[in-house]
């Protein structure tokens, strides 16, 4: 298939392998307030020209006066080309009259005098009421259909469709495309996604892909899934410091360049300042750094900062906060992916992995989402620090529910330890791929300076030998 019709919006046109195809019937099924005709409008402006002019016919859905009243609060909506390139007809004067078979001459008079490139029914399922009977319906789906093939143009049929519906209703079976429309409530709030149902001859990015609907249309994100890559890729050999000396010994000198780290610890045990020291090294070492942050915004963070005479305005520090109370998971990860190639990060902290679990739909495409970031950022040689929040406070049993520590290069784990009448925290490294790491218990501190971590058990041992011969 080579001909394509083009949303406008390459996100869009991408998922559909190209666009949708060209000369073509393609259906645009959702309930009501997914935003079918808001898309359709979208095609019509793209696609629009003089000598190839758009159709827009309404049913009895909605007023055609309401259509054209609700288009005209989009960004896209231009005036200049209504009359011109785009026309509005109402089908619902000649169905009250004329039945299904006056909507057949209608749009064939249609055709013949504008000679359109595009044409949209909206709404195409309402036409079933006018249809006496299952038959009668399809005889007029046939003959529709045939008279919209003998012209060189697509077509796109706007309806209410459920999912049951899709496996019963003929305009299924007629259709070249199908576009499906959703919403979704997860807790308090409600994602919309889109999917395509069918794409004759062409192929397409399956699943289901996040979008918004704004006043400049549709806002696709696709589905984040990265197969499998057997090609090698190159990464450099020098370490990346963690930003603290002592941490750095028991990584043996730090993380591997485009390693992926799991900081695991119960609540206010020190992981965002983990990251800071992480961001922050990088920055004054020349590897710019993006804190994605989805619990302190920048003035909160900003305020951390200064407590050890840092900041998070340094040169090559960006903050990306949003809300957890109001992302699409799919359309943050665009966004941090943009954030990185934009300023050339070479690290990034996500702060918290909790906040983006409650983000996402389900688990399992949550487990996707963190496999599909770790390897695009290890492609491209970004270190990627993640956070999150274990439930013990003085013993960890397991890591988390999520499964995401054997996606992670290393494991970090911070917690508290009990001692008489005070309590510490410690720090150990249960994790490091490719790597020797101490396995101790260190105890740490936050300092004016940051985290400063005791001496090993090891160099503790050894001074205490010291110390004794000297004495003897």
């Known amino acids: 298939m080579t001909g394509r019709l083009l949303s406008g919006h390459e996100p869009l046109d991408m998922v559909l392998g190209g666009g949708l195809p060209a000369n073509a019937i393609s259906l645009i099924m959702g309930l009501p307030g997914t935003g079918k005709t808001i898309i359709a409008q979208q095609y019509v402006f793209r696609n629009a020209r003089p000598d190839r002019p758009a159709l827009y016919f309404s049913t009895v859905s909605e007023p055609l006066e309401k259509i054209v009243r609700f288009g005209q609060d989009l960004d896209f909506f231009d005036r200049s080309a209504v009359g011109s390139s785009v026309f509005y007809e109402d089908l619902g004067s000649t169905l009250s ?129 990265d197969l499998r890559i057997d090609e090698a890729y190159h990464l450099d050999d020098a370490r990346m410091s963690s930003g603290i000396p002592a941490l750095d010994e028991m990584l043996a000198h730090g993380y591997w360049p485009g390693a992926s780290t799991l900081i695991a610890g119960p609540t206010g045990s020190g992981k965002t300042l983990l990251g800071l020291h992480f961001i922050l090294q990088g920055a004054r070492q020349g590897e710019p750094g993006v804190i994605a942050s989805l619990q302190e915004n920048q003035t909160q963070l900003e305020r951390i900062a200064r407590g050890f005479g840092w900041s998070v305005s340094e040169p090559g520090v960006e903050v990306m906060y949003r809300s957890p109370v ?110 020797y790491h101490e396995p101790d218990v260190r105890l740490f501190v936050i300092s004016p300076d940051g985290i400063v971590l005791a001496d090993s058990p090891a160099a503790e041992q050894g001074a205490d030998r010291r110390a004794k011969r000297s004495v003897g």
């Open 97 to 225: 009259t004329s039945g299904l078979a006056g909507v057949t001459e209608q749009i064939t008079a249609a055709l013949r005098e504008r000679r359109p490139g595009l044409i949209v029914i909206d709404s195409f399922k309402a036409l079933h009421a006018f249809a006496d009977t299952g038959s009668e319906f399809r005889r007029f789906l046939h003959e529709l259909a045939g008279r919209l093939s003998a012209f060189p143009a697509s077509s796109l049929w706007v309806g209410e469709y459920e999912e049951a519906e899709a496996g019963s209703l003929a305009e299924f079976a007629v259709a070249d495309a199908i576009m499906g429309l959703a919403a979704e409530r997860v807790g308090q709030r409600e994602i919309r996604f889109l999917s395509v149902r069918k794409m004759r001859g062409s192929g397409y990015l399956s699943g289901r892909h996040a979008y918004r609907l704004s006043s400049s249309g549709l806002h696709l994100f696709p589905r984040l899934a």
């Open 326 to 435: 109001d992302i699409y998971i799919d359309e943050w990860v665009y966004e941090l992916m943009q954030a990185v190639e934009r300023t050339g990060a070479r690290r990034v902290l996500i702060d918290s992995l909790a906040d983006l679990r409650l983000a996402a739909p389900d688990e399992t495409r949550f487990r996707e989402f963190i496999y599909s970031i770790v390897q695009r950022f290890s492609r491209q040689g970004v270190g990627v620090m993640m956070t999150f929040e274990v439930p013990d406070l003085f013993r960890s049993e397991r890591l988390s529910d999520a499964a995401v520590s054997h996606l992670s290069d290393n494991v970090v784990l911070l917690n508290y330890i009990h001692e008489r009448d005070s309590i510490k925290r410690a720090v150990s490294v249960i994790k490091s791929r490719a790597s």
